[in-house]
């Protein structure tokens, strides 16, 4: 006959665990399970964020470079902006060259005789006093036309300095770019 022998290895026979079952852990062990990297530390998720990136600020470089208002630092936002910027770039300024006159005196300036010096600094000076009465000129243009287009209790502070400012950059320089030719002033 065969006699059932308790076993040591059935579960009926374990007193009932008390508690979650296991030991509590220290808090060093709970920060070290928990912690993380901010960033994945992947080369794959690093290159796909890198060009992600690249893309987004090529995207905003074009739309900058466009016009397009939602890309445009808040200096150039707006129509009145967009209007001043028009206007600017459909005329010719005597600024636009201050900064090609700048290095051919510098060039002169490496010439040994002194007089060619002398003459090349007085002629810049009296070139950028001509400039300078050129953007007061504009400034004051615009800020009438646009008062006359946009209604004088409307109008932005700073159109007169802006109109300066970019007239004072040489064309292809401008950001956004130019959106009109020479010639076409808006209305």
């Known amino acids: ?12 026979a374990e007193t009932p ?15 070290a399970a928990r912690r993380r990297p901010l960033v994945a530390d992947t080369k794959e998720a690093r290159a796909a964020a890198k060009a992600q990136l690249r893309e987004r600020r090529e995207r905003a470089q074009a739309g900058m470079a466009a016009g397009e208002d939602r890309y445009l630092p808040p200096r150039d936002k707006g129509p009145q902006r967009r209007w001043v910027r028009d206007y600017v770039d459909a005329g010719w300024h005597i600024s636009e060259w201050i900064m090609g006159l700048m290095v051919v005196v510098i060039l002169v300036s490496l010439v040994p005789d002194p007089t060619f010096s002398f003459f090349a600094f007085i002629g810049l000076w009296a070139y950028i006093v001509v400039a300078v009465i050129d953007m007061v000129l504009l400034a004051r243009r615009v800020k009438k036309k646009a008062a006359a287009k946009f209604g004088t209790e409307r109008l932005e502070r700073g159109l007169g300095w802006y109109a300066a400012m970019r007239a004072l950059q040489m064309r292809f320089m401008r950001l956004p770019k130019p959106q009109v030719k020479r010639g076409q002033y808006p209305e």
Request: proline share 7%; charged share 25%; hydrophobic share 20%.
């Open 17 to 31: 665990v008390v508690g979650k079952g296991r030991a509590t852990p220290t808090r060093a062990e709970q920060e």
């Open 1 to 12: 006959m065969a006699t059932s022998t308790p076993s040591t290895n059935d579960d009926s």
